[in-house]
C-alpha cells in the first residue's frame, strides 16, 4: 500500500510540474484568419501556458505577441516574424488592404514591435520580417535543455 501511496504522490507531483511548465511552441506558422487566431491565442492566454517562438511566425501569427502576456513569450535564436497589411478579397477575386483590420493588428502589438513597424513604414502589402538581435532585445531568449525550454530573465 506504502508503493501505491508514493507511486501516485510521484505521479501527482509530476503531473502538476508538466502543468506548471506547460509549453506552446511556434516554428513554422504562415499565418491565416485574424479570427481563428485570435480565438487561439484567447484561449491560449487563459491557460497560462508560455510561447516558443522558435521558428517562423508571420501574418496572423504575430497576435500572439498581443494576447499572450510578454512576459510568458521567449525567442530562440531561430525566431523570426514577419508583419504585413490584413487583406481580404475584393469584388474581382483580387486581395485588397483592409485597413480597419490592419488598424487593430497594429494595435494589438506591444510598443516596441508597433515602433520598429512604424520606422519601417508601417504595414503595408509587403511583409517586413523582424528576427535576430533587434528580435531578442525585445523579447527574452530562451533554450532548449534536455527536451525542454526554459527562459531567461524576466
Given at each position: 500500500?506504502?508503493?501505491?501511496?508514493?507511486l501516485?504522490a510521484?505521479?501527482?507531483?509530476?503531473?502538476g510540474?508538466?502543468?506548471?511548465?506547460?509549453?506552446?511552441?511556434i516554428?513554422?506558422?504562415?499565418?491565416?484568419?485574424?479570427?481563428?487566431?485570435?480565438?487561439?491565442?484567447?484561449?491560449l492566454?487563459?491557460?497560462g501556458?508560455s510561447?516558443?517562438?522558435?521558428?517562423?511566425?508571420?501574418?496572423a501569427?504575430?497576435?500572439?505577441l498581443?494576447?499572450?502576456?510578454?512576459d510568458k513569450i521567449?525567442?530562440?535564436?531561430r525566431a523570426?516574424?514577419?508583419?504585413?497589411?490584413?487583406?481580404d478579397?475584393?469584388?474581382?477575386?483580387?486581395?485588397?488592404?483592409?485597413h480597419?483590420?490592419?488598424?487593430?493588428?497594429?494595435?494589438?502589438?506591444?510598443?516596441?514591435?508597433r515602433r520598429?513597424?512604424?520606422?519601417?513604414?508601417?504595414?503595408?502589402?509587403?511583409m517586413i520580417?523582424?528576427?535576430?538581435?533587434v528580435l531578442?532585445a525585445?523579447?527574452k531568449?530562451?533554450?532548449?535543455?534536455?527536451?525542454?525550454?526554459?527562459a531567461?530573465g524576466?
Amino acid at each position: 500500500m506504502k508503493f501505491v501511496t508514493g507511486l501516485l504522490a510521484a505521479v501527482l507531483l509530476l503531473a502538476g510540474m508538466g502543468a506548471s511548465h506547460a509549453v506552446v511552441r511556434i516554428v513554422d506558422d504562415r499565418g491565416g484568419r485574424i479570427r481563428t487566431y485570435v480565438n487561439r491565442y484567447q484561449g491560449l492566454r487563459s491557460s497560462g501556458e508560455s510561447v516558443v517562438i522558435d521558428g517562423l511566425c508571420a501574418s496572423a501569427c504575430t497576435i500572439v505577441l498581443g494576447a499572450v502576456p510578454y512576459d510568458k513569450i521567449c525567442v530562440t535564436s531561430r525566431a523570426t516574424l514577419g508583419f504585413h497589411a490584413a487583406w481580404d478579397f475584393g469584388a474581382n477575386g483580387r486581395t485588397i488592404t483592409d485597413h480597419e483590420a490592419t488598424m487593430m493588428l497594429y494595435s494589438m502589438y506591444p510598443m516596441p514591435v508597433r515602433r520598429w513597424i512604424a520606422a519601417r513604414g508601417g504595414l503595408t502589402p509587403h511583409m517586413i520580417i523582424l528576427r535576430g538581435k533587434v528580435l531578442k532585445a525585445m523579447y527574452k531568449p530562451c533554450y532548449l535543455d534536455a527536451g525542454h525550454y526554459f527562459a531567461v530573465g524576466g
